[in-house]
C-alpha cells in the first residue's frame, strides 16, 4: 500500500493506494501514528485510491479515530469506492466517521 | 449442504500464516476466472476468504505447533459459486460467536469482531461443521 500525507489549509489528507488488507494494516498504523505524532489533528483519509478493505483495515481505522479524538482531533473519510463505502456501511463504520464524497468537502467541515 | 458438495472442489494446502493470504487468494482468483464467476461476486469472496484465513492464521493453532489451512473451491452448474477453509486445529465454530454492537458509538466500541460479521454479509449461505478431524467452513455465493 502506498501513504501520501499532504498539508492542507483546513487540515491534513492523507491519501491511501491499494488494499488496506491484513498484510498492509500495520504499515498503515505505522505511517499513520508518525503523522500524528507530528501534531496532524484535522485528519481526512482520501479512499480515492483504496480498491479493497477487510476488517483488519476497518480495525486499523477504527483505531486510528479513536487516537485522534483521544488528542482531541477529528477524522473525516472520503472519497469511497461503491465496494469498500459498501464494506463500511454493512460494518456500521459509516455512523462513527463522517463520511464525504470529496476531500474538499471533507475539508471544509471541520 | 451435502459432504458430497466438496467432491467437486479444486485445492490448494498451505501453512497457515499471513504469507499464504495472497498464494490462497490466487488460487481462488483464478479458479473464479475459469469459471466466469462475475466481478461483483469475486469481490464479496475475497473479502470472506480473506476474513477466514485471518481467522485460522490468528486463532487456529497454538505458536508452537503450527499447522496447515486447506482452502477449496467450485462452482456448480455455474449458479453457486463456493469456497471452504478447513483447518486442523482445536474445534471452534465461528457461528456461534455474537455479532459486533453496531449501534455503540466510537467511544464504546470494542476493537475486532468482524470478520465473520462481514463474511455472513457477503455470503448468501454459510456453513460449519466440525468432521474428521477438522474444522470446515463453507460459504457460497449466488451468482444469478
Redesign the interface.
Known amino acids: 500500500m502506498e501513504f501520501v500525507g499532504v498539508k492542507e489549509p483546513n487540515g491534513f489528507v492523507i491519501r491511501l493506494k491499494g488494499r488496506l488488507?491484513?498484510?498492509a494494516a500495520p504499515q498503515f498504523d505505522e505511517k499513520c501514528g508518525q503523522w500524528l505524532e507530528q501534531g496532524e489533528r484535522h485528519v481526512v483519509l482520501d479512499m480515492t485510491g483504496v480498491e479493497?478493505i477487510?476488517?483488519?483495515g476497518?480495525?486499523s481505522i477504527?483505531?486510528l479515530?479513536?487516537k485522534i479524538?483521544a488528542l482531541g482531533g477529528k477524522l473525516h473519510i472520503s472519497s469511497m469506492s461503491k465496494?469498500v463505502g459498501g464494506?463500511f456501511q454493512?460494518?456500521?463504520f459509516s455512523?462513527?466517521?463522517p463520511v464525504f464524497d470529496s476531500v474538499d468537502s471533507a475539508l471544509a467541515k471541520f | 449442504m451435502q459432504n458430497s458438495e466438496t467432491s467437486d472442489f479444486s485445492w490448494i494446502t498451505l501453512p497457515a500464516s499471513?504469507e499464504s493470504?495472497?498464494p490462497c487468494r490466487c488460487f481462488v482468483l483464478e479458479k473464479a476466472d475459469e469459471l466466469r464467476v462475475p466481478s461483483e461476486i469475486v469481490?464479496k469472496m475475497?473479502?470472506a476468504l480473506?476474513?477466514l484465513l485471518?481467522n485460522v492464521v490468528k486463532y487456529a493453532y497454538p505458536e508452537d505447533a503450527p499447522g496447515v489451512v486447506e482452502v477449496g473451491c467450485s462452482a456448480s452448474d455455474g449458479q453457486l459459486f463456493c469456497i471452504q477453509v478447513r483447518d486442523y486445529g482445536r474445534p471452534f465454530d465461528p457461528l456461534s460467536m455474537s455479532e459486533?454492537d453496531?449501534?455503540l458509538?466510537?467511544?464504546q466500541?470494542p476493537?475486532?469482531g468482524?470478520?465473520i460479521?462481514?463474511v455472513r454479509?457477503m455470503a448468501d449461505r454459510v456453513r460449519y461443521e466440525y468432521a474428521e478431524g477438522s474444522n470446515r467452513f463453507t460459504c457460497c455465493f449466488s451468482c444469478e
Do not use: A, H, N
Request: proline letters at 2%.
Open positions: 488488507d491484513t498484510v479493497y477487510s476488517s483488519v476497518l480495525r477504527l483505531i479515530g479513536k479524538m465496494l464494506v454493512i460494518s456500521g455512523g462513527i466517521f | 499471513l493470504l495472497e469481490s475475497e473479502l480473506e476474513e485471518v459486533p453496531r449501534g458509538d466510537i467511544e466500541r476493537i475486532g468482524l470478520g460479521y462481514l454479509q
